[in-house]
């Protein structure tokens, strides 16, 4: 583990780091790094075998592409097509950032694995100087899927990348706790505008006042459990959507209340809290700083993602919060709801994901 504080890029120690680090990627190895989301498990996107290699790292399924991550529009131009004068606009607002661009491949660019066989590639610009400079040390595009065993929430810094895969990777280059806390924006070009294949760190309202129609991907809008006809009509299109992610191992569901009240909602998630108590179950609650005395005396384990006050901290505190559950064994879990618009629509994506649909209106 390459320790990066402060990115310096005259610190002769850091320009070593990334050395060994690009190199190791360049040889077809792994490397976890950060970026402005969450941290990502890196290879050469042009070596099959190293790209096979974070499937089996991450025990993720084979047909779930990877985002490839480049430098800059050249970098992208180079395994994409970007020609298209929208795509430019967005590329040219956006990055260096959290939003990636599903676009036509270049035939033979990066390895089939990357893009599971599909004739489109997912390509971005992180906005993280270590990210940068790793990229620019390896001299490739860096295949990278979020640094955590499949399922798991994503990784927001260097210790959950190693509880997750210490042992499996080449190493990690530690820049510190991330800032964004949720994964990019996923996006593909329709006539007019974009298609959200996965909220993140680049929100609709910033989409939409660049690519003017935005639309959102019809598997987005139906989360949930669902009769089996219905989950075909709504079969996702970005393939990533499908699976359970972000899970504790305990129970969790989300509540939130009909008038919007949390008052509302709270006394609800007090009384279950306490009954599941009695059942014998060690509880948890998810909630911000503002409400945590609500909860003292119902839950086993308060875990604060962030303030009400600031919402893009609630995104940057999700993931770690949802990780505190397994490190403190909690078996049965209430969520808060949060409004979901702005940044709030990622943050509501990731937590109904990690509570397998099961949202409480009470
Ligand atoms: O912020 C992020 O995006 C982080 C950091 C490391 O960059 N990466 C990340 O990667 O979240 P991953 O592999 O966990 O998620 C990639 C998402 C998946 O939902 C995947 O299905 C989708 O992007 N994706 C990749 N290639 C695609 C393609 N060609 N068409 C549609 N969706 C694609
Ligand atoms: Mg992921």
Not at 37 to 59: H, M, P, Q, W
Not at 173 to 186: H, I, Y
Request: proline share 8%.
């Amino acid at each position: 583990c390459w320790q990066i504080g402060d990115y310096d890029p005259r610190d002769p120690l850091t320009q070593e780091a990334l050395a060994e680090a690009g190199r190791l990627v360049r040889g077809g190895g792994l490397v976890a790094f950060p970026t402005e989301t969450v941290y990502g498990l890196g290879a050469d996107a042009r070596n099959s075998a190293a790209v096979r290699r974070i499937f089996e790292a991450k025990g993720r399924p084979s047909d779930n592409p990877l985002i490839v991550h480049v430098a800059n529009r050249e970098g992208a131009a180079a395994v994409a097509r970007t020609d298209d004068p929208a795509v430019s606009a967005l590329m040219e607002a956006f990055w260096p950032g959290p939003l990636t661009l599903v676009l036509p491949a270049r035939e033979g660019a990066v390895a089939p694995e990357v893009t599971a066989g599909l004739p489109t590639v997912a390509v971005r610009v992180p906005d993280h100087p270590v990210a940068l400079a790793l990229i620019r040390s390896a001299g490739c595009p860096i295949a990278a899927p979020s640094a955590n065993r499949s399922g798991r929430p994503s990784p927001t810094n260097a210790a959950h990348v190693r509880e997750d895969l210490d042992g499996r990777i080449g190493g990690i280059v530690d820049g510190g706790p991330t800032g964004v806390g949720v994964e990019s924006t996923v996006v593909e070009p329709i006539p007019g505008g974009v298609r959200i294949l996965r909220p993140g760190g680049v929100t609709a309202e910033q989409l939409a006042a660049v690519a003017g129609r935005v639309e959102l991907d019809p598997a987005l809008q139906k989360e949930g459990p669902e009769d089996a006809a219905a989950a075909e009509r709504f079969a996702p299109r970005s393939p990533g959507m499908k699976y359970t992610h972000y899970a504790p191992q305990g129970r969790l569901a989300i509540v939130e209340a009909k008038d919007g009240d949390p008052r509302q909602a709270a006394e609800y998630i007090r009384r279950e809290l306490e009954a599941a108590r009695a059942r014998g179950e060690k509880t948890g609650i998810l909630t911000v700083a503002e409400h945590a005395p609500w909860y003292e005396a119902s839950a086993d384990v308060v875990s604060v993602a962030g303030t009400l006050a600031d919402p893009s901290s609630v995104a940057r505190g999700l993931f770690a919060a949802l990780r505190r559950f397994d490190e403190e064994g909690a078996t049965f879990m209430l969520a808060e709801s949060f409004p979901e618009h702005g940044i709030g629509q990622a943050v509501m994506n990731r937590l109904t994901k990690a509570a397998g649909g099961t949202r409480l209106r009470v």
